[in-house]
């Protein structure tokens, strides 16, 4: 159930179960069952490079972190493009791969960094919505217990508070809140690099 390519098994095994011919399963795990899965733009050390005879590199184990070149539909109509020419001529897709990583370098990385961050803000943000939940109830309680004999207020927070509960349950709910309202502008970064490498992928 863990294999990378089970959502390719499955119908061939459903075929096989309904018609009791393996074929399909046994031909299509027979060559791909120990291929490993296409990473595409994910870097990855010690990974195997099998190209073709015109390219520098042939099957050769790759200690640096690497990703795979030939996974887009462009870098493939490219490579065939110049295996077509008469005579061959590998020089279109090199400038091409060199241009691509270019902007790879300066995307996909920041992309990634800014998604983690968000991430963790995002986790933030759960923390002190539960946070200041549990004021405010305790805030409630407190004030249907005691009454409220004083209002209290904070800078930044406001004024009119039961009691110091109710008012830091505000507190935590306002730098919640905080965080939603600054992940707009890293949502437009994210799109606007995405689009950058999108345009040479």
Same mark, same amino acid.
């Given at each position: 159930?863990?294999?990378?390519?089970?959502?390719?098994?499955?119908?061939?095994?459903?075929?096989?179960?309904?018609?009791?011919?393996?074929?399909?399963?046994?031909?299509?795990?027979?060559?791909?069952?120990?291929?490993?899965?296409?990473?595409?733009?994910?870097?990855?050390?010690?990974?195997?490079?099998?190209?073709?005879?015109?390219?520098?590199?042939?099957?050769?184990?790759?200690?640096?972190?690497?990703?795979?070149?030939?996974?887009?539909?462009?870098?493939?109509? =490219? /490579?065939?493009?110049? !295996?077509?020419? +008469?005579?061959?001529?590998?020089?279109?897709? #090199?400038?091409?791969? &060199?241009?691509?990583?270019?902007?790879?370098?300066?995307?996909?990385?920041?992309?990634?960094?800014?998604?983690?961050?968000?991430?963790?803000?995002?986790?933030?943000?759960?923390?002190?919505?539960?946070?200041?939940?549990?004021?405010?109830?305790?805030?409630?309680?407190?004030?249907?217990?005691?009454?409220?004999?004083? =209002? /209290?207020?904070?800078? !930044?927070?406001? +004024?009119?508070?039961?009691?110091?509960?109710? #008012?830091?349950?505000? &507190?935590?709910?306002?730098?919640?809140?905080?965080?939603?309202?600054?992940?707009?502008?890293?949502?437009?970064?994210?799109?606007?690099?995405?689009?950058?490498?999108?345009?040479?992928?």
């Amino acid at each position: 159930m863990a294999h990378p390519r089970l959502s390719k098994f499955v119908p061939r095994l459903l075929e096989m179960y309904f018609t009791l011919d393996p074929t399909a399963l046994d031909e299509y795990a027979s060559v791909y069952a120990s291929i490993p899965q296409c990473l595409r733009d994910e870097e990855k050390p010690d990974r195997r490079c099998p190209l073709a005879q015109l390219m520098e590199l042939h099957d050769t184990l790759l200690a640096d972190h690497v990703m795979c070149e030939m996974y887009s539909k462009r870098m493939r109509t =490219l /490579y065939t493009e110049c !295996g077509s020419a +008469s005579p061959p001529n590998i020089k279109p897709l #090199l400038e091409y791969s &060199a241009q691509r990583r270019r902007v790879y370098i300066e995307t996909v990385p920041q992309i990634r960094m800014i998604i983690a961050q968000q991430r963790m803000a995002l986790e933030q943000q759960k923390f002190l919505n539960v946070t200041s939940s549990h004021y405010m109830v305790a805030g409630q309680l407190e004030q249907m217990t005691y009454g409220t004999p004083y =209002l /209290y207020s904070a800078s !930044g927070v406001g +004024s009119g508070f039961a009691n110091m509960n109710a #008012l830091q349950g505000a &507190a935590y709910g306002q730098q919640a809140m905080g965080i939603v309202a600054g992940s707009g502008s890293h949502v437009l970064a994210v799109q606007q690099l995405e689009q950058r490498w999108r345009a040479v992928e």
